[in-house]
């Protein structure tokens, strides 16, 4: 099975393209959300470029979120729509499970932990049987002070949370995972797909939205702005 890979909750963005769990191209976007521009041209590019065309795609799984607003949407009504016209199952993929599935084996107990700015991180904490990571907890958001209350000594954290707040979780004996495995990678997003789509897990393309956890700051900046204000 060719699945495509869409990953564009974070950052730096990218497509990756598998057959069954082998990764045979995988691109990432230029550092600083430019998911709108790149997302397009580089799936044409992977597609193309291992000779294939998009009807020989079977599954299409996209980053669901939490994390950037925009680039979620971007990402999830590209997906959604390839799918829908091809006939093509799709199947969203929370950005948390990505991040944790970034862990390396000998990772017990793992925090993925994504900035949410404002002082908060989007956490969610797994625990691994033999080769599977299991998620213990709800996705959620949370001021960074709960978050790092939730680790236990000698728990692994990863993602980029950590890039801000690396002393409120070594603070709590956390195991701070190293920059390199913060990236949320498009072939993780394709290989989770993929273990959903096994499980019977896919998504209608109609009702399939993102996880965003809270509001954007837009709104809450302008709700201050007004809040005093009466209608004008």
Not at 112 to 118: F, I, S, V, Y
Not at 201 to 211: E, G, M, T
Not at 217 to 227: G, L, N, T
Request: hydrophobic share 45%; glycine share 8%.
């Amino acid at each position: 099975m060719r699945i495509i890979g869409i990953e564009t909750s974070g950052s730096v963005g990218s497509v990756a393209l598998l057959e069954d769990d082998r990764v045979l191209d995988e691109r990432f976007f230029e550092k600083g959300l430019r998911h709108g521009k790149e997302l397009l041209p580089s799936l044409d590019a992977i597609v193309r470029g291992q000779n294939l065309q998009p009807a020989d795609i079977d599954l299409f799984a996209v980053s669901q979120g939490p994390g950037s607003y925009t680039g979620i949407r971007v990402g999830i009504t590209c997906a959604k729509t390839i799918a829908y016209a091809l006939g093509r199952p799709v199947v969203g993929v929370p950005s948390l499970d990505v991040a944790a599935h970034n862990a390396p084996p000998a990772a017990r107990k793992v925090y993925a932990a994504l900035d949410a700015k404002r002082k908060r991180a989007y956490l969610a904490g797994y625990h691994r049987e033999n080769d599977t990571l299991v998620r213990d907890t709800h996705y959620a958001a949370m001021p960074i002070a709960e978050a790092a209350a939730a680790v236990q000594p000698g728990d692994l954290v990863i993602g980029d949370a950590i890039r801000l707040h690396a002393k409120e979780f070594s603070a709590r004996g956390a195991v701070l995972a190293d920059e390199p495995l913060w990236l949320l990678r498009a072939s993780i997003v394709a290989k989770l797909g993929l273990l959903r789509l096994h499980a019977n897990q896919s998504d209608d393309p109609f009702k399939l939205v993102p996880i965003y956890l809270h509001r954007p700051e837009a709104e809450d900046v302008w709700e201050r702005k007004h809040k005093d204000k009466g209608p004008e």
